[in-house]
């Protein structure tokens, strides 16, 4: 089992920056495949960025070269640097462990509010 914990979020003006950091307790952190996601009022929500255990990342077209995920498995934890914020980067932020097909860990989320 794994709890999470998201932090980070808060109010930006476009173009500027923050850092999300997701805080993960459990055993054998390691193992997991780490997850952003965010959903924005009335849409549903979406992969953002993803890193595997061995570090392989993929990220949505809408973020790509603006986001970067990260993982440090000695403090548990999994950040999303995001740069060049925009207006529709706005939403809730949640971080999500996976194993497998089926098993999945999501953490309460964190708010995002790009705006001038």
């Known amino acids: 089992q794994v709890q999470l914990v998201e932090s980070g979020g808060g109010l930006v003006q476009p173009g500027g920056s923050l850092r999300l950091s997701c805080a993960a307790s459990g055993s054998f952190f390691s193992v997991y495949a780490m997850g952003w996601y965010r959903q924005a009022p009335g849409s549903q929500r979406e992969l953002v960025a993803g890193?595997?255990?061995?570090?392989?990342?993929n990220y949505a077209d809408s973020v790509k070269g603006r986001f970067t995920i990260s993982r440090d498995n000695a403090k548990n934890t999994v950040y999303l640097q995001m740069n060049s914020l925009k207006p529709e980067d706005t939403a809730v932020y949640y971080c999500?462990?996976?194993?497998?097909?089926?098993?999945?860990?999501w953490g309460q989320g964190t708010q995002v509010t790009v705006s001038s």
């Open positions: 890193i595997t255990t061995d570090g392989s990342t």
């Open positions: 999500n462990a996976g194993l497998g097909d089926f098993i999945k860990y």
